[in-house]
Structure formats: structure tokens, C-alpha cells
């Protein structure tokens, strides 16, 4: 079983800068993980995806450029670096994790409880 916690959510101005943070325990070697975000009233979306090395990585249009995704596999974390915030990238940011191919296939089998951003213009 794979337990997925968010942190660094938070309220922050327009143009600001959040980093988001999954501490991931229980067997998640050679995982893929992934970013996903929901606003309210919203499906949830795909923000960010990164293989297990780390050298591939994914984005979604609307966040490539200002958002980086990256790990540490000794810490067991992955991190989501967002810059140039917009109001429109408010929503409840969620972790996931799942074997390799979950990469290609977008299938996750764990998600997080999700850690809250709010952009305000």
C-alpha cells in the first residue's frame, strides 16, 4: 500500500511562486508520479507527470513554461515548482502515484488528499 501527502499549498498573489510538495511512503520504487489539480465546480485535470529516473517528464499546455515537477528518490518526495501563478490555476492540488506505465497510460492507483492553492488577482 502507498500512502501520498501534499503540502505547500496556500494563498498567494497573482505572478507569485508556490512550491508543492508529496511525501510518499510504503513501496513506490520505480513509480511514476503525477500532479492533478480540481477547482471547484470542475473535473480534474492533469497538470504534471515524471517517470521514476526522472528524465521524462509531462506537462499540460496550461502549465508548461511556469510549472516544473521533479523528485527526490532518496526522500521519497516529488515536487511541483509553480511560478508566474494565474487566479486561474486556483484549485485543490492532488498527488498520485503508479507503476511505470502509468506514465503512458495515465492510470494511477494512489492519490493524495490534496493541498489547496488559491491565486487571488
Known amino acids: 500500500q502507498v500512502q501520498l501527502v501534499e503540502s505547500g499549498g496556500g494563498l498567494v498573489q497573482a505572478g507569485g511562486s508556490l512550491r508543492l510538495s508529496c511525501a510518499a511512503s510504503?513501496?513506490?520504487?520505480?513509480?511514476?508520479m503525477g500532479w492533478f489539480r480540481q477547482a471547484a465546480g470542475k473535473e480534474r485535470e492533469f497538470v504534471a507527470r515524471?517517470?521514476?529516473?526522472?528524465?521524462?517528464?509531462r506537462y499540460a499546455d496550461y502549465v508548461k513554461g511556469r510549472f516544473t515537477i521533479s523528485r527526490d528518490n532518496a526522500k521519497n518526495t516529488v515536487y511541483l515548482q509553480m511560478n508566474s501563478l494565474k487566479p486561474e490555476d486556483t484549485a485543490v492540488y492532488y498527488c498520485a502515484a503508479g507503476p511505470p506505465e502509468s506514465f503512458y497510460s495515465a492510470r494511477w492507483d494512489y492519490w493524495g488528499q490534496g493541498t489547496q492553492v488559491t491565486v487571488s488577482s
Open positions: 510504503g513501496r513506490t520504487f520505480n513509480y511514476a
Open positions: 515524471i517517470n521514476w529516473s526522472g528524465e521524462s517528464t
